[in-house]
């Protein structure tokens, strides 16, 4: 059974950097595709960054030019490079796979990893 878990997250000054990462274990031989969302207390989680079954990347609009997903096979792990931090990007990270045809649903949730980004 596929497992995911991130780490990386912490407190940053506006402008700073991050970056997460997401370790994968279980999948034998299924396929998967992977991706970042974020949420905040008392709103909906949001699609960050996200990694269709040919290995392209999409981006939510907020964090364009700014983050940077990548996946290294090798290592079995999901990276999110974060870039000129914004406080509105003060969220929990999480790292997600998605195992079913066609990656159309994310079912597998890692346990979420903050992220905080002062004025």
């Known amino acids: 059974q596929v497992q995911v878990m991130e780490s990386g997250g912490g407190s940053v000054q506006s402008g700073g950097s991050l970056r997460l990462s997401c370790a994968v274990s279980?999948?034998?031989?299924?396929?998967?595709?992977l991706g970042w969302f974020r949420q905040v207390p008392g709103k909906k989680r949001e699609g960050v960054a996200t990694?269709?079954?040919?290995?392209?990347?999409y981006y939510a609009e907020s964090v364009k030019g700014r983050f940077t997903v990548s996946q290294d096979n090798a290592k079995n792990t999901l990276y999110l490079q974060m870039n000129n931090l914004k406080p509105e990007d003060t969220a929990t990270y999480y790292c997600?796979?998605?195992?079913?045809?066609?990656?159309?649903?994310?079912?597998?949730w890692g346990q979420g990893t903050q992220v905080t980004v002062s004025a």
């Open positions: 279980g999948y034998g031989d299924t396929a998967y595709c």
């Open positions: 990694l269709d079954s040919d290995g392209r990347a």
């Open positions: 997600a796979a998605a195992t079913g045809l066609g990656c159309l649903i994310y079912n597998v």
